[in-house]
């Protein structure tokens, strides 16, 4: 067998995750829920065991197995663990992680649904956390507390104003665990691991399965750091289905061409609409204009596929531009085929308070959006059309 990890990342997609199919080249789909054990010593090793399989699928599931390893593989990472969301992977990590008393840094431009976990859920059970502007180079080791921060929590490109934080900072902090989600950068966009960060967390549900029909987190990190998560994860039971891991094995072996299409056409439309007398800003890590635009240079292999910009003419143009689309879907994931478009002050963002969507920059003339794989000349026409006075 070649050695796999001298392969480039769009060759690993299609040779890894293949361990538990047999000879078929497709993945196989092992939707069973249990197996037998050979002996009562059988079943308690696997009933024992970190990770053992063939025991019962909350603990493991090879169609599962195959997929973390995949992407493991793409991740440059020892282990994998997939989990039922992308929420379900973000939430997992924090509870295994973190008990009360114990504080987390996070940047203050996350998803909604992670800002509303850590105000939430983690306030409720003791789990302090301070928010910091992950822009500002050293906010993040400014606001560790020797001793008690557990966790620092980035997102990078946030939801969904596309700002950065430096990868290198955040994997140069000593102390506490370090998380990044990178699902707007999908595995092969940047890989945290290798600029010293412990876990790198994914909504798979996204550019990773990449197809709208599948619901999966995956997070990766060193066997024993991933080990720890899913002596937890089994008892949280955020479990992935086999079904959706199949779904995603199937878009990994597709990620590359498909990313590498959609960024294109993100980096063709953003420039594009900059130069609309319409709009008022585009932010996307592409653009010379983006303040981080060479930190983006620096620590991404493409700068995504999803870009926000903000209509001049607030929430009025927002609403005529999304009654005009034609082709753009008006819907709230990313990554899919479809090029879609949502209004994040109203739907993704929606729980926000004033200040914090100001803090955010979640305005009321913000659309986020999605790019598919559809001929970019087809998703401009469409975009000129709605957006005509
Ligand atoms: C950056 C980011 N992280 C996490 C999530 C949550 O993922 P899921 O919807 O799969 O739970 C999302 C969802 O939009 C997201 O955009």
Same mark, same amino acid.
């Given at each position: 067998?070649?050695?796999?990890?001298?392969?480039?990342?769009?060759?690993?997609?299609?040779?890894?995750?293949?361990?538990?199919?047999?000879?078929?080249?497709?993945?196989?789909?092992?939707?069973?829920?249990?197996?037998?054990?050979?002996?009562?010593?059988?079943?308690?090793?696997?009933?024992?065991?970190?990770?053992?399989?063939?025991?019962?699928?909350?603990?493991?599931?090879?169609?599962?197995?195959?997929?973390?390893?995949?992407?493991?593989?793409?991740?440059?990472?020892?282990?994998?663990?997939?989990?039922?969301?992308?929420?379900?992977?973000?939430?997992? =990590? +924090?509870?295994?992680?973190?008990?009360?008393? *114990?504080?987390?840094? @996070?940047?203050?431009? /996350?998803?909604? %649904? !992670?800002?509303?976990?850590?105000?939430?859920?983690?306030?409720?059970?003791?789990?302090?956390?301070?928010?910091?502007?992950?822009?500002?180079?050293?906010?993040?080791?400014?606001?560790?507390?020797?001793?008690?921060?557990?966790?620092?929590?980035?997102?990078?490109?946030?939801?969904?104003?596309?700002?950065?934080?430096?990868?290198?900072?955040?994997?140069?902090?000593?102390?506490?665990?370090?998380?990044?989600?990178?699902?707007?950068?999908?595995?092969?966009?940047?890989?945290?691991?290798?600029?010293?960060?412990?876990?790198?967390?994914?909504?798979?549900?996204?550019?990773?399965?990449?197809?709208?029909?599948?619901?999966?987190? =995956? +997070?990766?990190?060193?066997?024993?750091?991933? *080990?720890?998560?899913? @002596?937890?994860?089994? /008892?949280?039971? %955020? !479990?992935?289905?086999?079904?959706?891991?199949?779904?995603?094995?199937?878009?990994?072996?597709?990620?590359?061409?498909?990313?590498?299409?959609?960024?294109?056409?993100?980096?063709?439309?953003?420039?594009?609409?900059?130069?609309?007398?319409?709009?008022?800003?585009?932010?996307?890590?592409?653009?010379?204009?983006?303040?981080?635009?060479?930190?983006?240079?620096?620590?991404?292999?493409?700068?995504?596929?999803?870009?926000?910009?903000?209509?001049?003419?607030?929430?009025?143009?927002?609403?005529?531009?999304?009654?005009?689309?034609?082709?753009?879907?008006?819907?709230?994931?990313?990554?899919?085929?479809?090029?879609?478009?949502?209004?994040?002050?109203?739907?993704?963002?929606?729980?926000?308070?004033?200040?914090?969507?100001?803090?955010?920059?979640?305005?009321?003339?913000?659309?986020?959006?999605?790019?598919?794989?559809?001929?970019?000349?087809?998703?401009?026409?469409?975009?000129?059309?709605?957006?005509?006075?």
């Amino acid at each position: 067998m070649p050695d796999e990890s001298q392969h480039q990342p769009a060759t690993r997609a299609i040779t890894s995750g293949r361990a538990h199919s047999g000879r078929s080249l497709a993945p196989a789909l092992w939707s069973s829920s249990v197996w037998e054990s050979e002996s009562m010593a059988d079943a308690r090793k696997r009933a024992t065991g970190i990770r053992s399989g063939e025991f019962y699928s909350r603990y493991s599931n090879p169609t599962v197995r195959s997929f973390e390893d995949a992407i493991a593989e793409l991740e440059g990472a020892e282990a994998s663990l997939a989990f039922a969301s992308g929420m379900g992977a973000i939430s997992s =990590v +924090v509870l295994a992680l973190c008990s009360k008393g *114990d504080h987390i840094v @996070a940047q203050r431009n /996350l998803y909604a %649904a !992670t800002l509303a976990f850590l105000q939430g859920p983690c306030a409720r059970f003791g789990i302090d956390v301070t928010f910091v502007d992950g822009t500002q180079p050293g906010a993040f080791a400014a606001a560790v507390q020797p001793g008690r921060t557990m966790m620092v929590l980035a997102e990078t490109p946030s939801n969904p104003c596309l700002q950065l934080v430096d990868l290198d900072e955040i994997g140069a902090l000593r102390g506490p665990f370090t998380v990044v989600d990178s699902t707007f950068a999908t595995p092969l966009g940047q890989q945290p691991l290798a600029h010293g960060v412990h876990l790198s967390l994914h909504s798979a549900t996204k550019g990773i399965a990449g197809h709208n029909d599948a619901t999966l987190g =995956v +997070v990766s990190g060193e066997k024993d750091l991933i *080990d720890a998560v899913w @002596a937890y994860s089994v /008892l949280h039971g %955020a !479990t992935p289905s086999p079904h959706d891991a199949l779904n995603a094995l199937r878009g990994i072996r597709t990620m590359a061409v498909r990313t590498s299409h959609q960024a294109a056409s993100a980096q063709f439309l953003a420039e594009s609409l900059q130069q609309h007398p319409a709009v008022k800003a585009v932010h996307y890590p592409g653009l010379h204009t983006h303040p981080q635009h060479d930190l983006a240079k620096r620590q991404m292999r493409h700068f995504g596929t999803v870009f926000a910009v903000e209509l001049a003419g607030g929430l009025t143009a927002v609403e005529q531009l999304l009654a005009r689309v034609q082709l753009l879907h008006v819907a709230t994931s990313l990554g899919g085929p479809e090029t879609l478009v949502c209004h994040p002050a109203t739907t993704t963002h929606a729980s926000l308070t004033p200040e914090e969507a100001a803090a955010q920059g979640v305005t009321p003339g913000l659309l986020r959006i999605s790019v598919g794989l559809e001929d970019p000349s087809d998703l401009w026409a469409d975009l000129q059309a709605a957006l005509a006075p």
